[in-house]
């Protein structure tokens, strides 16, 4: 069966920064799309940063130069290194996984984890 396991979130400042991780178990991602996407209240699920197993990787606009998605292919992690973080960050950060080389903001994943919540206060 296959689990992603978010962690790593938590309330910070403005400005402050986080790491969140996203572990992996059930079966190799060899070939796979990880993906973090976020949720705040009242909205939709948006995309935020995908990388595909030879690390190509894309962004949202609104994160560009803010978040760095990596991963440890060894591992079977995915990162999210959150830094200059604004309130409208705040939200409940999900992992996702594909079987594709994909890294469009679409969010036709097969995988999602449980979330973690992000709160940045002002």
């Known amino acids: 069966q296959v689990q992603l396991v978010e962690s790593g979130g938590g309330s910070v400042q403005a400005g402050g920064s986080l790491r969140l991780s996203c572990a992996a178990s059930?079966?190799?991602?060899?070939?796979?799309?990880m993906g973090w996407f976020r949720q705040a209240p009242g909205k939709e699920r948006e995309f935020v940063a995908a990388?595909?197993?030879?690390?190509?990787?894309n962004y949202a606009d609104s994160v560009k130069g803010r978040f760095t998605i990596s991963r440890d292919n060894a591992k079977n992690t995915v990162y999210l290194q959150m830094n200059s973080l604004k309130p409208g960050d705040t939200a409940v950060y999900y992992c996702?996984?594909?079987?594709?080389?994909?890294?469009?903001?679409?969010?036709?994943?097969?995988?999602w984890g449980q979330g973690t919540q992000v709160t940045v206060s002002s």
């Open positions: 990388i595909s197993w030879t690390t190509r990787t």
């Open positions: 059930g079966r190799t991602f060899s070939g796979y799309t």
């Open positions: 996702a996984a594909k079987p594709t080389y994909d890294i469009t903001p679409t969010n036709d994943y097969n995988y």
